[in-house]
């Protein structure tokens, strides 16, 4: 199975299918894997062991930084991601990201963002949308319509604990006029906007 994966300069970690979620664009419906890699369809959740191994077998040296994504909510796996990223970090100076849904707070019901401190460099966010309504028909969380209110919330308390924080939406899923308001949301947040290409 897929622990870890390259994608242009980075190293992509794989360490759940887990999702609070079920997004109406989310790649894990266009087949097993991205990118060229191999099925992301995780046979067993890996230990922290598991990924250590896998990331030795890249020579970190030769990337700009390490992904916490895969097929699946890495946060839902905070505790052993915080592990690995250590271990990371006591070998390589290497950059390290995490991108997420920035629920969270939701899914361990207390706040998390502190734990991100000394470990983490970018907090990459899915916006989404502009509004309670659009966010939760787009992303189906289960958490239900505080869901984007919890993920603005996340996305401005990480940013005293994780020196980049930026927040994604999807290019042609929104318009450029709702991606000028979901810059306004952004600056409001202090926080980037990045519009990501469409990726069917
Ligand atoms: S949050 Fe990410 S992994 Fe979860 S359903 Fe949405 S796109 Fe897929």
Redesign the pocket.
Known sequence: MTITYKVKNGIYVNMTNR?P???TF?L?QNGPGVYGSDSLWLEHEPSVDEVKASIDSWNLSKYDEVVFCGY??PTERLPELLEVAAYIRSKSDIKIRINT?GLADLIWNRPTEADLEGLIDTVSI?LNANNAEDYLKL?RSKFGIGSWQAMLDYAKECTKYVPKVVMTVVDKVTTPKEQEESRRICESLGVTLRVRPFES
């Open positions: 999702c979620c079920a997004c989310c894990r699946g909510e849904n899915s992303t």
